[in-house]
């Protein structure tokens, strides 16, 4: 394989999913490559040239290992477009159905592409096409062929150059992976006012342990924790914390949420929801962490890590803290991380 020559693959995932759900195929999609592309709402995009010498397998066999993984793990069927670059995979994908798999080999791209109809490329619409109708060009190799001063005279001189690289099946953009969250927040309204103090606790608790899976979700770490509760008469109290060290260990993140709430000193207050925020955000793989000759924090480490993984087989709420679960179920809607930063292009 030459070293220039790259393989992506382009994923239709046929299936309406939520934001969360979207975020554990991103973080499925990142176990077999770390060059993943998000397309919401429905297709993620993945750079599979440097994981082929990892699994041993051809291009076509590895997309085929990809959409298996993803029906096994989630039940999602998908089609999918394997090319040189991202925009012939992506329209690869679009001519496959589902289940099924279009190749189009660096060789044969020209032959693949010139018969399609002109819509099929990307960034033609309908006034474009009724232009390029006009003058006779209904498929892609026309306008391959076109000299580019004719396509100039036609559609303009930025257009005319972009339309000419895309007809000849060129695309540079690489799959760039999605950045990182800025911040994430997990919240929770609750169904009535809370007096209770230890329903309180369980809430954010409950609250601590969410933000500990998105964190372990984004291979992140935070460094500061903000609570804010807001109260029945629409007032609301905040508190910061910075944490000894950053972490995305649930017990920590329980400890120092906990301690935030206790710092509030609500006594009778009624409360109406919950907000809990992590600031400080860097990748894990760069944070250090003290080092323990405790054997009970490694092995609640190692439970974490299972229950992450039976989550992410069997949903959210396949595993829960003990104390959460006596909280009533039907104040629990799902918390959701709210990403802060410039969206990736696509």
Not at 50 to 60: E, I
Not at 202 to 212: E, M, N, P, Q, T
Not at 250 to 268: D, E, F, I, N, V
Request: glycine share 6%.
């Amino acid at each position: 394989m030459s070293i220039r020559q790259r393989h992506i693959a382009h994923l239709h995932l046929h299936a309406a999913l939520n934001e969360e759900q979207y975020g554990d195929v991103i973080e499925l999609m990142s176990g077999i490559t770390p060059h993943v592309q998000a397309v919401p709402p429905d297709a993620v995009q993945l750079d599979l040239t440097s994981a082929l010498r990892y699994f041993d397998l051809s291009p076509y066999d590895l997309v085929q290992t990809t959409m298996m993984r993803l029906k096994a793990l989630y039940g999602i069927d998908s089609s999918a477009g394997l090319a040189g670059n991202r925009m012939l995979a992506a329209m690869a994908a679009d001519a496959s159905a589902p289940g099924e798999t279009t190749w189009v080999p660096a060789d044969r791209a020209a032959e693949w592409l010139h018969p399609r109809p002109v819509t099929a490329l990307p960034g033609i619409g309908r006034t474009t096409a009724a232009t390029l109708g006009r003058y006779g060009l209904h498929h892609i190799g026309q306008i391959a062929d076109l000299p580019p001063a004719t396509l100039q005279r036609l559609l303009g001189t930025g257009q005319a150059r972009l339309l000419a690289e895309r007809a000849r099946g060129h695309d540079p953009r690489p799959v760039t992976p999605r950045e990182p969250a800025a911040h994430l927040t997990a919240d929770l309204v609750l169904e009535r006012d809370c007096l209770d103090p230890a329903e309180q606790h369980r809430s954010v608790l409950g609250l601590a342990d969410r933000i500990g899976q998105l964190l372990r979700g984004e291979r992140q770490v935070t460094g500061r924790l903000t609570l804010t509760v807001r109260y029945a008469d629409r007032s609301s109290s905040t508190r910061t914390r910075t944490l000894p060290e950053p972490t995305d260990h649930s017990p920590a993140l329980a400890a120092a949420a906990l301690g935030l709430l206790a710092s509030l000193g609500l006594q009778r207050a009624r409360v109406r929801a919950f907000t809990l925020r992590a600031d400080g955000l860097r990748p894990a793989a760069e944070a250090c962490r003290q080092l323990s000759f405790d054997p009970t924090d490694q092995r609640a480490r190692a439970a974490e890590a299972a229950a992450d993984r039976a989550r992410r087989r069997f949903g959210p709420d396949a595993v829960r803290p003990a104390a959460v679960t006596r909280a009533r179920r039907s104040a629990w809607p799902a918390a959701r991380p709210r990403t802060v930063g410039r969206p990736t292009a696509v």
